[in-house]
């Protein structure tokens, strides 16, 4: 769990003090040999860091010490807690000049001093049902061979996991019982559906982002695509779906009209899928998540069916409208 705060926004801080807080904080923890590393893998990559930034990336040298960094040195950034508020896609330095970040935010930071480290970090995305996706930065621990990971939170119990499991599947299921909605805060409204398969952001984007004062858009609304294989917690067939809102748009459940606006297609849904769809939505509480009663019960033979529920259906389709807004297309997301 992040570094507490009062109220929703964190406080704001001079970018060059809180620098100079956290080096003069780690620079007793650096080892001349480990310095040393830091600065021949980061030339060897063409990244260029100011002098107390590398510092403090030398001083978490373990993904230990970057979880601890996540839990006691950085607010979390809710963006979405008025809606005055800009979001945001802060690149690694920006998470250490403000002091914050939000989940993706936290997750790219851990992954680029991981990486930076030689520790060979993947994401992996938790798939949920009506509720926020988050992201695990997965490192395996060769000698132990045992998995482990790094993620930041505003919720207990959702940020990393020391390695100790045997599974990528083990460490995602480990986060079920904590996983409930963040719109009811009802322990007994468990959100958890799935989990990726870890997948490498270096591979795909390089490693410029990481000295880059940007913001990360092209990362964050690219970087779950048709070449990420999702797997579902509640069964153990195996099976690999797509995630939700891209299968949505490769099955033409979404489309988007002639004036560039996204919508569910309920006549391209399977026959039965189409009268769930209206079955549900003549019987659900407009305003009530997640479902009760038979609203419930449909919702659970629709999701056997496609792999999402009409409420996710329909918020995939209001999101899209974001997504395309800010350039992107629908291409980019389908091509593998």
Same mark, same amino acid.
């Given at each position: 769990?992040?570094?507490?705060?009062?109220?929703?926004?964190?406080?704001?801080?001079?970018?060059?003090?809180?620098?100079?807080?956290?080096?003069?904080?780690?620079?007793?923890?650096? /080892?001349?040999?480990?310095?040393?590393?830091?600065? !021949?893998?980061?030339?060897?990559?063409?990244?260029?860091?100011?002098?107390?930034?590398?510092?403090?990336?030398?001083?978490?040298? $373990? @993904?230990?010490?970057? %979880?601890?960094? #996540?839990? *006691?040195?950085?607010?979390?950034?809710?963006?979405?807690?008025?809606?005055? +508020?800009?979001? $945001?896609? &802060? @690149?690694?330095?920006?998470?250490?000049?403000?002091?914050?970040?939000?989940?993706?935010?936290?997750? &790219? =930071?851990?992954? &680029?001093?991981?990486?930076? /480290?030689?520790?060979?970090?993947? &994401?992996?995305?938790?798939?949920?049902?009506?509720?926020?996706? /988050? *992201?695990?930065?997965?490192?395996?621990? !060769?000698?132990? *061979?045992?998995?482990?990971?790094?993620?930041?939170?505003?919720?207990?119990?959702?940020?990393?996991?020391?390695?100790?499991?045997?599974?990528?599947?083990?460490?995602?299921?480990?986060?079920?019982?904590?996983?409930?909605?963040?719109?009811?805060?009802?322990?007994?409204?468990?959100?958890?559906?799935?989990?990726?398969?870890?997948?490498?952001?270096?591979?795909?984007?390089?490693?410029?982002?990481?000295?880059?004062?940007?913001?990360?858009?092209?990362?964050?609304?690219?970087?779950?695509?048709?070449?990420? $294989?999702?797997?579902?917690?509640?069964?153990?067939?195996?099976?690999?779906?797509?995630?939700?809102?891209?299968?949505?748009?490769?099955?033409?459940?979404?489309?988007?009209?002639?004036?560039?606006?996204?919508?569910?297609?309920?006549?391209?849904?399977?026959?039965?899928? %189409?009268? +769930?769809?209206?079955?549900?939505?003549?019987? /659900?509480?407009?305003?009530?998540?997640?479902?009760?009663?038979? !609203?419930?019960?449909?919702?659970?033979? =629709?999701?056997?069916? $496609?792999?999402?529920?009409?409420?996710?259906?329909?918020?995939?389709?209001?999101?899209?409208?974001?997504?395309?807004? *800010?350039?992107?297309?629908?291409?980019? #997301? +389908?091509?593998?």
């Amino acid at each position: 769990m992040s570094k507490q705060f009062p109220g929703l926004v964190p406080p704001q801080v001079d970018a060059v003090e809180q620098i100079k807080f956290l080096a003069d904080l780690y620079r007793p923890q650096v /080892h001349p040999a480990k310095w040393r590393q830091i600065v !021949a893998r980061t030339r060897e990559l063409g990244l260029n860091f100011p002098k107390d930034e590398l510092l403090i990336i030398a001083a978490l040298d $373990t @993904p230990y010490h970057v %979880q601890k960094f #996540l839990n *006691n040195q950085t607010y979390y950034n809710n963006d979405h807690a008025a809606v005055e +508020l800009e979001e $945001t896609a &802060m @690149p690694p330095r920006r998470v250490l000049q403000t002091a914050r970040a939000h989940c993706f935010e936290g997750a &790219m =930071f851990a992954y &680029m001093v991981d990486y930076l /480290h030689g520790f060979d970090p993947k &994401m992996v995305l938790l798939e949920a049902a009506q509720d926020s996706e /988050h *992201n695990l930065v997965v490192h395996y621990d !060769a000698e132990g *061979n045992w998995y482990g990971c790094n993620a930041h939170s505003r919720y207990a119990h959702l940020d990393g996991r020391p390695p100790q499991y045997t599974t990528v599947r083990q460490l995602a299921a480990s986060y079920a019982p904590w996983y409930y909605s963040d719109r009811t805060r009802n322990p007994q409204d468990v959100t958890l559906v799935g989990y990726s398969d870890p997948f490498d952001i270096v591979a795909k984007y390089g490693v410029a982002w990481m000295d880059s004062e940007e913001p990360l858009w092209d990362i964050y609304y690219t970087y779950i695509d048709a070449s990420v $294989t999702f797997h579902y917690l509640n069964e153990d067939s195996g099976r690999a779906h797509l995630y939700p809102v891209l299968n949505a748009l490769k099955e033409k459940w979404i489309q988007v009209d002639a004036e560039g606006v996204p919508f569910v297609s309920v006549s391209d849904l399977p026959p039965r899928a %189409q009268e +769930l769809w209206h079955e549900f939505w003549r019987v /659900h509480t407009p305003g009530q998540l997640p479902a009760r009663g038979a !609203a419930r019960e449909i919702e659970k033979q =629709f999701f056997e069916m $496609t792999g999402t529920t009409p409420i996710d259906l329909q918020d995939n389709a209001e999101d899209l409208q974001y997504f395309l807004q *800010n350039g992107y297309r629908v291409e980019q #997301l +389908l091509t593998r």
